[in-house]
């Protein structure tokens, strides 16, 4: 027993939810028309049918919702938080590419719609695409944020380090975005969605094995996302699969995050370290 | 009888310092600090199935963390250069005599043994490569994928023993196109019972990274079942480092 994890649970689990709404194409600079409205599948039909499979595993989740998606649907995110999960925050166009010094800016944008949508601040962040900078933090900070999730350093929660100085009040909890999200296989590879739940069923194999933090990333879009009923169908029987197992909990990532930044004997500080290897 | 190689491209931040600072290596760019979790594992890995293997080791790694680099040594396996910060070998022009040495002097220093054996990164050569490496007292490359044994470069290229690759043994190929664990495994012994049932050479290409590499723990125990099936398939099939390899192509 490795006594990591709340209740001598063996494995956390957090199912995070990336609405990337219309914002994604228009970021881009495309009208979410025909081809591109790929996005708007989000608010109309996918995250309704993740808060209905959600409700019907009794399982808390996390979405992570960009400023503008908020702005064009603030009732269905509204009704997420209704619902009792997380909302974090995620770009405000979904800027996967480099904003620059804007960035600042764009995450005040975010959080202040967002505030106002839930009626309470957003504690979480995402980072969409990947992008990040030594602005992020700072920002996330100012801000009074207390996770991110968004790096590929660790499969453990982590404290980072910002300008030299390891946060204690902030944690990271980190995403794998090679194996544990549905866009690389729907996308990049184009796999039959049978194949992707087995792919799945063995990644949590071995996080269970290790007692690890398994994150799973899904987008409720269609296109490259597991909005549609097959593929939300593949999560539906993947949480059947998981609750098999004993000593599982699910978490809301701020619970998880509260909970980690309560008990900071268990994580390691700043970047990973060759005491790894013992 | 088949001879095969697990070979390691120690890939840590080298490869996201090419594009960006240290203190910004965050988000996607944040995936060669992965480093010590995936060596880790591919050590426990090795030990368990007692296999030797070849770690093709940047310079710069090498300089980062020496520690790390003489473990790996201790532990019985190859240590091997693999440019400095995984340069295009095919743009360096004039520089790259120097670098080479570079290269060279960085693992020297660090495990107080001169490597026999090169692979370049992201397998991109000049025509100058081989004669720069001979120079220098190699005996080995291992960067073409065009043969299915090793053989020996002609006298006017350097004349180095040529311990080849194979792109489908590769984790990076499939891990890249983001196949399954199912479909990696399916390619990998297809791919082996062929070179198996002709008695061909096989070089098999791991990286430490959680991205295209296998040192996320799902993708350890892919490599494991891997092996287990070549022992229980396969018997007959010898592990040897690329360095004995060459030797033995040598002899």
Redesign the interface.
């Known amino acids: 027993m490795h006594g990591r994890w709340p209740d001598n649970a063996q494995c956390v689990v957090t199912l995070t939810v990336d609405f990337d709404g219309t914002s994604k194409e228009t970021g881009l600079g495309q009208m979410p028309l025909g081809k591109f409205s790929h996005g708007r599948y989000s608010a109309r039909r996918g995250v309704p049918r993740y808060l209905g499979l959600f409700k019907k595993h009794r399982v808390p989740a996390t979405f992570f919702v960009p400023g503008f998606d908020a702005e064009q649907t603030p009732d269905v995110v509204r009704a997420i938080s209704d619902a009792g999960h997380d909302v974090g925050a995620h770009g405000y166009l979904h800027e996967s590419f480099s904003v620059g010094d804007q960035e600042p800016i764009l995450l005040r944008k975010t959080h202040r719609i967002l505030t106002e949508v839930l009626g309470r601040p957003p504690v979480g962040w995402r980072?969409p695409?990947?992008?990040?900078?030594?602005l992020?933090l700072r920002t996330l900070k100012e801000l009074n944020y207390i996770y991110d999730s968004?790096?590929?350093?660790?499969?453990l929660p982590f404290f980072p380090e910002v300008d030299g100085e390891v946060l204690m009040d902030f944690i990271n909890l980190p995403d794998?975005?090679?194996?544990l999200d549905d866009f690389?296989?729907y996308r990049?590879?184009y796999?039959p969605p049978s194949?992707?739940l087995?792919?799945w069923k063995?990644?949590f194999?071995?996080?269970y094995?290790?007692g690890?933090l398994f994150d799973l990333i899904v987008h409720p879009r269609t296109g490259f996302g597991s909005g549609s009923p097959t593929r939300a169908g593949v999560v539906d029987q993947l949480i059947d699969y998981i609750k098999t197992f004993p000593g599982i909990v699910f978490f809301r990532m701020d619970e998880l995050a509260r909970w980690c930044i309560a008990n900071p004997h268990l994580w390691e500080k700043g970047?990973?370290?060759?005491s790894?290897?013992r | 009888m088949t001879t095969f190689t697990l070979s390691v491209n120690l890939h840590g931040c080298s490869v996201e310092l090419r594009e960006r600072e240290a203190?910004?290596?965050?988000?996607?760019?944040?995936?060669?600090?992965?480093?010590?979790?995936g060596?880790?594992r591919i050590?426990a890995l090795l030990d368990r199935h007692t296999v030797k293997a070849t770690f093709f080791v940047p310079g710069f790694e090498a300089v980062s963390?020496p520690?790390?680099i003489r473990?790996v040594a201790a532990a019985g396996h190859e240590i091997a250069a693999h440019g400095y910060l995984l340069e295009d070998h095919s743009q360096l022009g004039e520089r790259e005599p120097e670098l080479l040495a570079r290269a060279h002097d960085a693992l020297c220093r660090a495990t107080g043994q001169a490597p026999q054996g090169w692979r370049a990164p992201d397998g991109m050569l000049s025509r100058q490569t081989m004669r720069h490496l001979a120079a220098l007292g190699y005996m080995y490359d291992s960067s073409f994928q065009d043969d299915d044994h090793p053989y020996r470069h002609a006298a006017e290229e350097g004349g180095l023993v040529e311990v080849p690759q194979n792109e489908m043994l590769i984790d990076a190929t499939l891990?890249n196109?983001?196949?399954?664990?199912?479909?990696v495994l399916k390619n990998w012994t297809e791919e082996f019972a062929g070179l198996q049932s002709e008695g061909c050479y096989g070089c098999m290409t791991l990286h430490p990274r959680?991205?295209?590499g296998v040192g996320?723990?799902?993708?350890?125990?892919?490599l494991d079942t891997f092996l287990r099936h070549i022992r229980r398939a396969h018997p007959e099939v010898g592990f040897a480092t690329c360095l004995e390899v060459a030797r033995a192509a040598a002899a």
């Open positions: 980072t695409g990947g992008g990040k900078s030594l992020t968004s790096e590929k350093d660790n499969d794998n975005t090679s194996s690389p296989f990049v590879s796999t194949e992707v087995a792919h063995q990644e194999d071995a996080t094995k290790e690890g970047s990973p370290k060759r790894a290897l | 203190p910004e290596l965050l988000g996607r760019y944040s995936y060669g600090k992965y480093l010590y979790f060596i880790e050590l963390d520690g790390l473990e891990f196109a983001r196949q399954t664990h199912d479909r959680p991205d295209y996320r723990p799902s993708r350890i125990e892919l």
